[in-house]
């Protein structure tokens, strides 16, 4: 690194440990926050022309070095020049590239201002901005899926559903598909107030801890960002990451119901009950076994879930240790924290990816809906509605299950008989077929195709409603 690279140095008498600034380096990971440091450099300049600290020719002199910056970002030379010149973050480099590009003007465009405020209002604008793209994500998938739910609607595709990993009951693969959606909703919508928030408050013009002495005109910075107002105080901003580690968290969790649904669709994806074929695209073979179609990027879903949830709770923990204002440790939960919002939004596109090429066998699901006596349930419920209490409805059910199972067999019209005999009944009538089963349920929110299609319904109005701000 060239002394004049430096943002500092009148009060050394030598050059710093190469090694050490490597060290300190965090622009391999801060690289990719250049657009919004350019974005936050150009509101500064405002910030300076409007408390007329600069000419209107030197602030035009700065945009026009930034424009040029925007386009060496754009054909990836910006990148190789700073990495070779080994800066410690994308902050500086973008300073030092302004006062090469012109020298003159340069040297204005860092009065007033520290990196201090200058990180934390580049991070502001980059978390706002992954939020509100995570918002489209999440909205998309959810709309996917919901897609097809509608399908599978339609066909009335039945399979067991499962609790404690068992057969509970049987279920529409519609409704498994609205409930494989539902949570994508609710993820669009925290990635919504994440971006909402984050720009409400603008830490640019707080300076290194303290504010300026010089006039700076926060409010035309804050306009030209799009923020509601600057912050109220100047200690809190340059050492307050909020909006950056809810963003974290945001594409973090959202990645858990993209990797829960792959824990169900692996076992579902293997022969040992083909309930689901992985496609040529983003499926993977074996090596040595000719016959594998393996399922990996499910998990990988799965896996990488838990990396982008510890890198996102290691961004909030590494700020916890320390005091108000900025230290340097937060270059560290910065670097986490994009790892977080990098990583979460890799898993959701790979998913996304993968799970559309993911092919349903609903013959497959149907053959198993009842194994397990999936039906006991519908049958106790016939019971109740036939006057008799619950505990004792469960019993005699439980019973016959007993029977069935030690004769090898599955429930039949015979136990039906068996059990209107035991309530003095002539005649006793309850669902022997899954989709019988699924049509009886009665309740808002449930399985049956009508409570479904309801259900489709609200969710695709709800998503078309989704306000994602921008
Ligand atoms: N490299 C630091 C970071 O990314 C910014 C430097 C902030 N200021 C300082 N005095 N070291 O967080």
Request: overall charge negative; proline content about 4%.
């Amino acid at each position: 690194m060239s002394q004049g690279s430096l943002q500092w140095g009148g009060r050394f008498r030598s050059a710093p440990d190469p090694a050490l600034i490597a060290f300190g380096s965090s622009l391999e990971d801060d690289l990719l926050l250049a657009a919004f440091d350019i974005e936050t450099s150009r509101a500064h300049v405002r910030a300076l022309l409007g408390g007329a600290i600069i000419t209107g020719d030197i602030a035009a002199a700065l945009d026009r070095a930034l424009d040029r910056i925007v386009a060496e970002i754009g054909d990836g030379s910006f990148a190789g020049w700073a990495m070779e010149e080994g800066f410690e973050d994308i902050h500086g480099a973008i300073d030092a590239r302004v006062r090469e590009i012109d020298e003159r003007a340069g040297g204005w465009l860092h009065a007033g201002r520290s990196r201090n405020d200058q990180v934390a209002t580049t991070l502001v604008l980059y978390a706002a901005a992954r939020a509100r793209d995570g918002a489209a994500q999440a909205r998309g998938i959810a709309a996917a899926i919901a897609e097809r739910a509608r399908a599978a609607l339609a066909d009335e595709i039945v399979l067991a559903g499962t609790t404690h990993g068992q057969p509970g009951q049987p279920i529409l693969l519609a409704f498994w598909l609205q409930a494989a959606a539902e949570p994508f909703l609710r993820v669009a919508r925290r990635f919504a107030t994440v971006a909402r928030e984050a720009m409400e408050e603008m830490p640019l013009g707080s300076a290194a801890l303290a504010g300026s002495s010089l006039p700076l005109d926060r409010i035309a910075a804050a306009r030209y960002l799009g923020f509601a107002r600057p912050t109220r105080n100047a200690l809190d901003a340059v050492g307050t990451r909020d909006a950056l580690f809810a963003c974290a968290d945001a594409w973090a969790t959202g990645c858990i119901p993209a990797a829960r649904i792959a824990a169900e669709v692996i076992p579902w994806s293997s022969p040992l009950l083909s309930y689901a074929k992985v496609g040529d695209a983003s499926a993977s073979g074996s090596s040595l076994m000719p016959q594998k179609r393996n399922p990996d990027i499910f998990e990988l879903v799965r896996a990488g879930t838990q990396s982008v949830l510890a890198d996102a709770r290691t961004a909030w923990s590494a700020s916890a240790a320390v005091a108000l204002s900025y230290h340097r440790d937060l270059q560290e939960c910065k670097r986490r924290a994009i790892a977080a919002i990098e990583g979460g939004s890799a898993i959701l596109a790979a998913f996304e990816r993968a799970f559309a090429d993911l092919a349903f066998d609903g013959a497959a699901m149907e053959n198993r809906a009842t194994l397990g006596y999936t039906l006991a349930t519908d049958h106790a419920d016939a019971l109740i509605l036939r006057g008799i209490d619950a505990r004792r409805a469960h019993r005699l059910v439980g019973e016959r299950v007993a029977v069935a199972e030690d004769q090898g067999r599955p429930f039949d019209a015979s136990d039906l008989q068996a059990l209107g005999a035991q309530i003095g009944a002539d005649t006793f009538a309850a669902p022997l077929d899954a989709r019988a089963g699924v049509r009886a349920k009665a309740t808002v929110g449930s399985t049956s195709p009508a409570a479904v299609a309801r259900a489709l319904d609200e969710l695709e109005s709800e998503l078309a409603a989704l306000g994602v701000p921008v």
